[in-house]
């Protein structure tokens, strides 16, 4: 079982920065894809970012491309999102998702993943 707990969310301004942290209890983390979504309210769970086990793979959502970087540290069991340049529509919870995947896996999938986080809030102020 791996138990996953998002930190670093909170209120900003527009085009600040944030940082977000996802970590796992589990060493087997560190062959895990991880995937980064946001569900804003009244909205779908939407696809971010997402990284495979050895770090070198990474995938982004066009809203989100340029300005937020997906990296993870497996010695640390951590991912991370950084999130610069935020903007309103930045607002949501954030939620990280991992799970063991083969080749052909969808990681913007997210029913792919098995364990998720509990979520934390983003809040960006116009």
């Known amino acids: 079982q791996v138990q996953l707990v998002e930190s670093g969310g909170g209120l900003v301004q527009g085009g600040e920065s944030l940082r977000l942290s996802c970590e796992a209890s589990?060493?087997?983390?560190?062959?895990?894809?991880v995937g980064w979504f946001r569900q804003a309210p009244g909205k779908n769970r939407e696809f971010v970012a997402t990284i495979k086990w050895s770090g070198g793979n990474t995938d982004y959502a066009d809203s989100v491309k340029g300005r937020f970087t997906i990296s993870r540290h497996n010695a640390k069991n951590t991912v991370y999102l950084q999130m610069n340049a935020l903007k309103p529509d930045d607002t949501a919870v954030y939620y990280c998702?991992?799970?063991?995947?083969?080749?052909?896996?969808?990681?913007?999938?997210?029913?792919?993943?098995?364990?998720w986080g509990q979520g934390t809030q983003v809040t960006v102020s116009s």
């Open positions: 589990a060493r087997t983390f560190s062959h895990f894809a």
């Open positions: 998702a991992a799970d063991a995947m083969d080749y052909y896996s969808d990681l913007r999938d997210p029913g792919m993943y098995g364990y």
